[in-house]
């Protein structure tokens, strides 16, 4: 199958730091991407969807200032925690859809975020 | 969106066939069915997808009634490596994907 490919695996960084996470579709051309946050024990929880060259659609409750995401091209989003707490601590992981209809999404191996 | 429910956790032998059922009454006419695994720490891997009736590959079968409010994964034969959280993912399109809280499988010796 199609591989996404996520940047880093894991990071650890000081509160109030900022953080960028790169998903990239390495062998496919991928027009949305999706960025999920998942806790220990929980499901993923969708966070927001890129669209390569728009604005990213924001889940509710999800703040758009601290998690900036960026789809410059169609085989790479980027996520940014902005100013980061301990509770941003969590696991991120990218998803993305081939261009065509009804395909599967392929997803990234995640990124393993804590904030110290 | 449709909403799915599945069994929080099952328990199965190693060798044992396993069937997770997925319930998504309000499925729509354009929507697909899709099964995902996931194991701690990574992120889900595709395992299959459906519209109706039966689809098979090399690592399970898909089982979707005719009234598409349903549909049934099968395990053939799991072993320990199987033991991780299933997802049902109901959609269309480039809808989101939105995760209900799957189903933990442990496969015990």
């Known amino acids: 199958g199609a591989v996404v490919s996520q940047h880093p695996s894991r990071v650890i960084c000081k509160s109030g730091t900022s953080v960028k996470i790169e998903c990239r579709s390495l062998d496919f051309q991928a027009t949305t991407m999706f960025w999920y946050r998942q806790f220990p024990k929980q499901s993923l929880m969708l966070m927001a969807t890129s669209n390569e060259g728009s604005k990213a659609t924001y889940e509710q409750g999800v703040e758009k200032d601290k998690f900036l995401i960026n789809h410059a091209s169609l085989t790479l989003s980027t996520l940014t925690v902005t100013s980061a707490h301990p509770e941003d601590s969590s696991f991120y992981i990218c998803s993305a859809r081939d261009m065509g209809a009804n395909t599967e999404a392929f997803f990234g191996q995640g990124t393993r975020l804590t904030v110290v | 969106l449709a909403k799915t429910t599945q069994p929080i956790s099952m328990d199965s032998y190693e060798g044992q066939e396993v069937n997770i059922t997925c319930s998504h009454n309000?499925?729509?006419?354009?929507?697909?069915i899709t099964w995902y695994q996931q194991f701690p720490s990574q992120g889900p891997r595709f395992i299959i997808q459906g519209y109706k009736t039966k689809v098979t590959n090399e690592v399970a079968s898909l089982f979707i009634p005719a009234d598409r409010k349903s549909s049934t994964l099968s395990l053939p034969r799991v072993s320990l490596s199987d033991t991780a959280v299933y997802y049902c993912?109901?959609?269309?399109?480039?809808?989101?994907?939105?995760f209900g809280t799957g189903t933990r499988l442990t496969v015990i010796p």
């Open positions: 309000n499925i729509a006419t354009n929507d697909y």
């Open positions: 993912l109901v959609g269309a399109g480039a809808n989101n994907l939105f």
